[in-house]
């Protein structure tokens, strides 16, 4: 085997030469307030490059498996064969649903179909919304997000320019769901993506959104995305992130939200594919009366690694934000769970609650959990809890003593544990879909 | 139906192993019920809990035949499946786990042992409205979450409801009067007796003359210190009711099996 060390810098310097061919390609677009950014990005990105172990935020997950293999680019000739037929069973099934599908980062046309079309919605492909709403876009884009500390949203904002754009026009409810279907197609090669999303929903809008991850074939893909959020006063987001993807995939994405007065926020993240997954979910309160919620469950098992990074930045009065992580974890499974809750001092009367539990069911599986308070303001309502243990053996003999066997019993407790998070999902198809695989895969594994 | 024979059992403490069976016999037929009393701590509940089987007990000695098999070689499952069920004395509360859910899953399990086809929906729901009647419990109830939130009585009630629909042979009934009020402890013990057949047997856990009123034992054994220091008719319970259970305690001699 190679040393570590010069695979990860080919893996580097091959992306900062893709970027070179990147920007050539470009023709018009090379000019204007995104490009800039994208060039300053790569600078950050060739000086931070790839996160290590060294870094506090990295210190339990290591992305050097996912930095070994020699991932091409979609940028430089791609072209999906995917078909109507190899996505049936990843459609939710209701009739009005906003469908955009991406495959290895492009965006799919032919396979996607969007029913919210008006003077004041835009639903559809970043490179769409540049033509139509390129003045919304630029107000918007990589102004949430920090890209001067991640190499890998430095990265992301270098290759921006494909994802979904959302925009929510003032006052516009938006009734049908966006399903945004991220597949990595790895029958062929071995792909590394860049996506970029950009979400914005104007004063009193409403928007629910689901970004869900597949794979198809079973070579190995890496997958990472950005997610920037803009709700603006008395908005509502609700955003899901399901992530499905094969025992060969990786994923590392950012979703960055930035929340104005009264506006709700809602994020349910479930994991329970994917070879190594991190996630980072920040959320910044800049108006007073906004309420935030983060929902995670990850069920994991072989040797599965999912960090959850999770940040409330309580930065102004009367805010509240409500979390609720919960894991499975089976064989040699590993989890992580960092969260974050800042209370600045102007954040008077903060109400932040946060918990995180834990069901090991192997003795070989490891969670690291850190709940991260810092709090600046006297007025406020914290609380954290974080839990980790086995199966509740009274419950366990309870159901066996009216004659469900173990393995039953089993899959009814845990469907049961993770049912408070499941019911965050307000989105009833989506729900109803995630309830079937989420039994499924309890009663799979033992 | 079941016979002890010489059950000895201990459990893993802190302090060490601790011998808490000591030695019972019991036999129980069909179409008989049996009363356990006995001060507290005397093993009762240990006896209920090696019956069906839950971990943590040791038996080092005795054995127990239900029906011809050997009870102590199965799992829990599969000893209700034999048509053994446990009320109990403190019945643990599940959090999202629906009283619905949870039943239909029991049956289901137990007609598949069997050889079954599982219960349809239909005759399903109509034996939740018969079986609930027939033990005062609030139709309400039966789609909340498996005791959360039920009062101390309204649990008790819910374990003779699952003992009136999954139709036991021998049912175990641990101190299922205490925490019930005088007209819930009526109906459950009306339920009880309706449920009574020629062909299923109970043993009543019990402190109480009371419930004994209501559902008659054909015999009454003392337990004290691990062991069946007493056997005798319903006589019996009256008797300990006035005298207490000194009188047994202090002469162990005059112990009749
Ligand atoms: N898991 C355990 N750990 C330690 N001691 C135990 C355990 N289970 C039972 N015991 C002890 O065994 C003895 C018998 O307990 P058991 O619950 O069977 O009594 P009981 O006759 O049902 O009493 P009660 O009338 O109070 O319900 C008691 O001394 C009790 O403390
Ligand atoms: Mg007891």
Known sequence: MNNEETEKTDLKAKLLNNFRDFEKNLNGDAAGIIHEKRKDAIKYFETLGF????????????????????????????????????????????????????????????LSKICSKNDNVFIGSFSDGMKTHRDIIESHFSKYVNYTNSGLTALNTAFAGEGCFVYAGKGEQISEPVHILCISDAREEVYFSQLRNLI????????????????????????????????????????????????NAYYTGTTQ??????????????????????????????????????????????????????????????CYSNELY????????????????????????????????????????????????????????????ATSGQLNEDEMFYLQSRGIGRENARTLLLYAYASDVIDSIKFGELKEMIEIKLEKKLKKGD | MLTIKNLKAKIATEEGEKEILKGIDLKVNAGEIHAIMGPNGSGKSTLASVLTGREGYEVTEGEVIFEKKNLLDESPEDRA?????????????????????????????????????????????????????????????????????????????????????????LSILDETDSGLDIDALRTVADGVNKLRTKDNAFIVITHYQRLLDYIVPDFVHVMYDGKIVKSGDKDLALHLEEHGYDWITNDKNAVTV
């Not at chain 1, 990472?224 to 006063?233: D, L």
């Not at chain 2, 643990?92 to 239909?104: C, D, H, R, Y």
């Not at chain 2, 399903?124 to 939130?149: C, H, T, W």
């Open chain 1, 200 to 247: 914005v929903a104007e004063d009193n809008s409403s928007v629910n959104i689901a970004e869900d991850y597949y794979t198809i074939g079973d070579k190995h893909s890496f997958t990472n995305t950005v997610t920037e959020i803009f709700c603006e006063k008395n908005s509502g987001v609700e955003h899901y992130k399901i992530q499905n993807e094969g025992p």
């Open chain 1, 51 to 110: 996160p290590v172990k060294k870094l506090e935020e990295w210190k339990y997950t290591n992305l050097t498996p996912a930095l070994k293999h020699t991932f091409k680019n979609p940028l430089e000739e791609y072209t999906s064969a995917l078909s109507e037929n190899d996505i049936k069973d990843f459609l939710i099934k209701k009739e009005n649903v906003n469908l955009l599908v991406f495959v290895n980062g492009q965006f799919e046309r032919k």
């Open chain 1, 257 to 318: 939200v930035h929340q104005e007065k009264d506006s709700r926020y809602s994020d349910t993240t479930i994991s329970w594919g994917g070879a190594i997954i991190r996630n980072d979910l920040n959320s910044v309160f800049e108006g007073t009366n906004t309420e935030c919620h983060f929902y995670g469950l990850y069920l994991l098992s072989g040797k599965q690694h999912v960090d959850n990074h999770t940040f409330a930045d309580h930065k102004s009065p009367n």
């Open chain 2, 81 to 169: 499946r034999l048509g053994i069920f446990l009320a109990f004395q403190y019945p643990v509360e599940i959090p999202g786990v629906s009283n619905t859910n949870f039943l239909k899953t029991a049956i289901n399990e137990i007609r598949k042992s069997k050889g079954e086809e599982p219960m349809s929906s239909v005759d399903f729901l109509k034996l939740i409205k018969e079986k609930a009647k027939l033990v005062g419990l609030d139709p309400q109830m039966i789609s909340r979450y498996v005791n959360v939130g039920f009062s101390g009585g309204e649990k008790k009630r819910n374990e003779i409801f699952q003992l009136a629909m999954l139709n036991p042979k």
């Open chain 1, 326 to 385: 919960k894991g499975i974890l089976d064989d040699n499974s590993t989890g992580v769970f960092n969260g974050k809750i800042m209370v600045r001092p102007d954040a008077q009367k903060t109400n932040a609650y946060q918990s995180n539990n834990n069901i090991l069911i192997s003795d070989d599986s490891t969670i690291y959990s850190k709940p991260q308070l810092e709090i600046f303001a006297d007025d406020v309502k914290c609380s954290h809890g």
